[in-house]
């Protein structure tokens, strides 16, 4: 029983440092960033948002190069895709960007196709 206990206590303690970061995340790129929450963005409006990439790949759509990053802000995660690009210097895992752009869908997926960033130091 001792096992079960302290598997239960790991599992606590990591979604509490889970829910510590999202906390912080929000604090940092909603509440004073002045950026509209991931979570909270409306569709088809010009939006700017904040936040850290959480991965970063290369995926071709329809034949032509594309790169697409996750942003994530503690609220939710939106899809960056820049069309025509197969890298863009800056734009890698862990960091931090403002992007402005009209939110869609593709899929199920919300997306910001071509979107305006600016690297957060």
Do not use: K, M, N, Y
């Given at each position: 029983m001792p096992e079960k206990s302290r598997l239960r206590g790991a599992l606590s303690r990591w979604a509490n440092?889970?829910?510590e970061h999202d906390r912080a995340l929000r604090q940092e790129y909603v509440e004073h960033g002045g950026a509209t929450a991931i979570g909270e963005a409306p569709?088809?409006?010009m939006v700017v948002l904040r936040g850290t990439l959480r991965t970063?790949?290369?995926r071709?759509?329809?034949?032509?190069?594309?790169?697409?990053a996750e942003l994530y802000d503690g609220t939710g995660a939106i899809d960056l895709v820049w069309l025509g690009?197969?890298?863009?210097?800056?734009?890698a895992p862990g960091a931090s960007?403002?992007?402005r752009?009209?939110?869609g869908r593709h899929d199920r997926d919300r997306v910001i196709y071509n979107p305006r960033y600016e690297l957060i130091p």
């Open positions: 440092s889970a829910e569709d088809r409006e970063v790949t290369l071709p759509r329809g034949g032509v190069p594309a790169l697409e690009r197969r890298r863009i210097a800056g734009i960007i403002q992007v752009g009209r939110i």
